[in-house]
């Protein structure tokens, strides 16, 4: 065991058939009580590992991802996230010094004023704070309506993530084999993306879902530092982390086997 941001890891084995092969891969977690933010990067490099599977399948079929830095066309759509997620990308934004931390916030403040005027602030929140779980169906058309504003992503600085390791899972899975310059409008254009094995955000929603007793909630990127500072309580409710893990690891099986 070793020691990590102050508390005892305790090293598990991933074992997980996905579609594109089976996934085998040590980690470590928080063995202590935790906040449910600290299982958050190895939930995120669990799905990660299982899309590399993914893109080596793609390669063996003679396609290969198109994504390269500065290509931003997937940091316009609207971004969902879950509720660790969003508490994770809180703490990221306040651990940066205060300039950075200033010049986001007040990006984060100028696009609420577009979405306002877009009328679709008050969409986005009702999303977020949905009393049920929501369908593709149910904010297809706010999607679409966010998505023709062409907004770019806060974080986007000169075409490229400014919080790229911290990045939430919904933009390291926008991976495309179809050329780049499809996904300059991506409602309009035949784009092809490559398969995603299992989706981590809506393994985390459905954990949190679980652990405090509502819906499988998803958090649009543009209103999540307001949720997490109004679910700030939330935050700091501990668990077991390795008990964390397995429950996450649980609706990572149930997903796949869905999928199957």
Not at 110 to 134: C, F, M, T
Not at 186 to 204: A, Q, Y
Not at 238 to 248: H, R, T, Y
Request: proline share 8%; glycine share 6%; net charge negative.
């Amino acid at each position: 065991m070793s020691a990590g941001q102050g508390h005892i890891v305790e090293r598990l084995q991933v074992s997980v058939n996905t579609p594109a092969g089976r996934l085998e891969m040590p980690v470590e977690v928080p063995s202590g009580f935790v906040p449910i933010t600290s299982i958050v990067p190895t939930i995120r490099q669990v799905g990660e590992e299982a899309l590399a599977l993914e893109r080596v399948r793609a390669a063996k079929a003679g396609e290969s991802i198109s994504c390269q830095m500065g290509c931003a066309g997937c940091c316009r759509p609207l971004v969902p996230l879950s509720p660790p997620e969003a508490f994770a990308l809180h703490d990221t934004v306040r651990a940066l010094p205060d300039p950075e931390r200033q010049n986001l916030e007040a990006k984060f403040a100028a696009a609420r004023v577009r979405l306002e005027e877009a009328g679709l602030w008050s969409k986005l929140n009702d999303i977020a704070e949905a009393g049920r779980q929501l369908t593709d169906e149910d904010v297809e058309q706010t999607n679409r309506s966010y998505y023709a504003l062409r907004m770019p992503c806060p974080f986007l600085e000169n075409e490229a993530c400014s919080i790229y390791e911290d990045r939430p899972a919904a933009c390291r899975e926008m991976l495309v084999v179809s050329p780049a310059e499809l996904c300059e409008d991506i409602v309009r254009n035949p784009v092809r993306p490559l398969p995603v094995p299992f989706r981590v955000s809506t393994v985390l929603g459905m954990l949190w879902g679980e652990l405090v007793g509502g819906p499988a909630r998803l958090i649009p990127l543009p209103v999540a530092l307001a949720w997490a500072e109004r679910h700030a309580a939330e935050r700091q409710r501990v668990w077991k982390g390795v008990e964390l893990f397995e429950q996450a690891m649980d609706k990572v099986w149930r997903y796949l086997a869905r999928a199957s």
